[in-house]
């Protein structure tokens, strides 16, 4: 394996520290498989061992929190194999990475299998000259004169960007922190990081708000570089466009020669094989020129359905992160930035009503929070807080009875073993029985309907089964429910059984009224 430390990446370390490691990546790798340990761990370092803290370097915060998210428990047994004692794991940040990033993947799915084309290759290990491209090569940003920043949000202006997207005014948390640290890697060094970066998530959660952030970053940095932000949709028209008006030369042209393609809800292109072929196009015109490709949708690639395969593998080349509904926390934090930026007068009370009782998306809270807003400058003085009137003024945002509630994984578990007559440990169990594997992938299904946890987290769930197979599960529900009543019935009666309050269910072996 290519990566694996040898003594001399760790001058600094003991040998016995030097030894520890070897061992702990031997392990390591036996544990996840050698293409995920590469993926992710072979830039990482250990540096330290503390009295309480064992300490690793990573080359940046994407690598310490996938690895903390994702790989935390394989790690830190890889490391009690081999040391008497168990230390907390910790992650610093390395000053200057040792190594050029590897493009991590989509790593919870089998590793694409690309038919990797030269250019592909070179341009994940290849470092740029940056004098080849001295125009699109960052300026001081400091030193800016007023016309300058005419300019820049002129050219943001001409390359579709909204100007109240950026990334100073996009509240970080944990539902959101991977894609944020990825959106703004790609904006400090577009093409050398995540090619291409995909974000995906429901709607309304700031895939576009990142991705205008990503586009006025980087102009802010590079303001004579050309950006692009389209919807697919709108990519697709235009085409269509050029196409009934002989102008395809000039369409392919002006996408071919961006330097950073900001594509929105590319699930648009689900089924429309025309368009396919040219974005194929237009994709592989702007990787051979290591240009930023950013893409986003509401599904994972692999999801989106009657997309061709080479557009799916093309997609988890690079950095695949998903934004999920943030808590309450992020949520009352994103309220009160929005309340800034809008001057709104409301008290905080009111701004947390809102965060506990919307939990659908950001959408959804910033549009209950000035509908409050509207209200509060009718009133004389500030909005009364009282929660009936607020219930009353809100109704429309605040969350159904469907959502009102939290759902956790482990009632749709036991909903579902009741109904199928199974014990829960069946779901989250081994055994492969068609009749389990049945239940299991609705109750995945419904965990990934009616809870705001990421697939990976619902895997864990499961037993510890990866995304993969979290989105196999789904996908086969969705089709089974299309084309089988039966299916389809249990599904409802099963969604329908969640909107009760969990104790007035039937339990414990009984199995469900239908
Ligand atoms: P999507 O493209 O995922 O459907 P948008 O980017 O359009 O969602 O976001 C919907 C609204 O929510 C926008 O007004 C956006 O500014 C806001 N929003 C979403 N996430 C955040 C966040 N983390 N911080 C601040 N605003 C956010
Ligand atoms: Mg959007």
Not at 325 to 330: F, R, V, Y
Request: glycine share 4%; aromatic share 6%.
């Amino acid at each position: 394996m290519k990566d694996l430390p040898s003594p001399s990446d760790s001058e600094t370390l003991s040998p016995a520290l030097a030894a520890l490691w070897m061992n702990v990546c031997a392990e390591l790798t036996g544990r996840i498989g050698e293409a995920e340990f590469e993926r992710w761990f072979s830039p990482v370092r250990l540096v330290r061992l503390e009295p309480d803290a064992l300490w690793f370097s990573a080359p940046n915060a994407i690598y310490s929190l996938w690895i903390e998210e994702n790989y935390l428990s394989e790690l830190t047994a890889s490391i009690c194999a081999h040391l008497p004692t168990h230390p907390p794991v910790r992650f610093e940040i390395a000053a200057a990475p040792t190594m050029p990033l590897p493009a991590p993947a989509d790593v919870a799915e089998p590793a694409p299998k690309v038919e990797q084309e030269p250019d592909a290759a070179a341009f994940r290990h290849e470092k740029l000259d940056p004098e080849s491209i001295p125009d699109t090569e960052p300026a001081p940003v400091s030193g800016r004169t007023p016309a300058d920043r005419k300019r820049i949000r002129q050219r943001g202006e001409d390359a579709g960007l909204s100007e109240g997207y950026r990334f100073d005014n996009f509240v970080v948390g944990n539902a959101n922190r991977i894609a944020a640290a990825a959106a703004k890697a790609v904006a400090e060094k577009p093409g050398k990081t995540y090619h291409p970066l995909f974000i995906y998530s429901n709607s309304g959660l700031g895939k576009t708000h990142l991705l205008h952030a990503i586009g006025w970053d980087s102009l802010t940095r590079r303001p004579k570089s050309k950006v692009i932000y389209i919807t697919a949709e709108r990519f697709a028209n235009d085409y269509v466009e050029a196409l009934q008006e002989n102008r395809l030369v000039a369409f392919r042209k002006r996408f071919r020669e961006a330097d950073m393609l900001l594509i929105d809800d590319i699930a648009f292109l689900s089924g429309k094989s025309g368009m396919q072929e040219e974005f194929f196009h237009t994709f592989n015109s702007l990787t051979d020129r290591h240009k930023q490709i950013v893409l986003t949708s509401d599904r994972p690639a692999s999801e989106i359905a009657d997309l061709e395969e080479r557009l799916v593998s093309r997609f988890k080349w690079g950095m695949t992160a998903e934004i999920v509904m943030p808590g309450a926390e992020t949520r009352l934090a994103i309220l009160r930035r929005k309340r800034e930026e809008r001057g709104a007068n409301l008290p905080d009370s009111v701004l947390e009503f809102i965060a506990e009782h919307v939990s659908t998306n950001v959408r959804a809270l910033e549009g209950a929070m000035l509908r409050a807003a509207t209200m509060s400058s009718l009133h004389e003085g500030e909005l009364a807080v009282d929660p009936d009137e607020l219930r009353d003024l809100l109704a429309d945002y605040l969350d159904d009875a469907n959502t009102s509630r939290h759902i956790s994984v482990q009632e749709i578990i036991e909903l579902v073993a009741t109904h199928f007559d199974l014990h829960p440990r069946d779901l989250t169990g081994k055994r492969r029985t068609s009749r389990l594997v049945e239940a299991r992938h609705v109750a995945m299904a419904l965990a990934r309907e009616k809870t705001s946890l990421s697939l990976a987290d619902i895997g864990k769930e499961f037993g510890g089964r990866d995304h993969g197979t979290v989105i196999n599960a789904c996908r086969r529900v969705t089709s089974k429910i299309e084309s089988n009543a039966s299916t389809r019935r249990t599904f409802d009666f099963l969604r329908r059984s969640l909107l009760a309050p969990a104790p007035a269910r039937p339990r414990g072996g009984q199995k469900a009224a239908k």
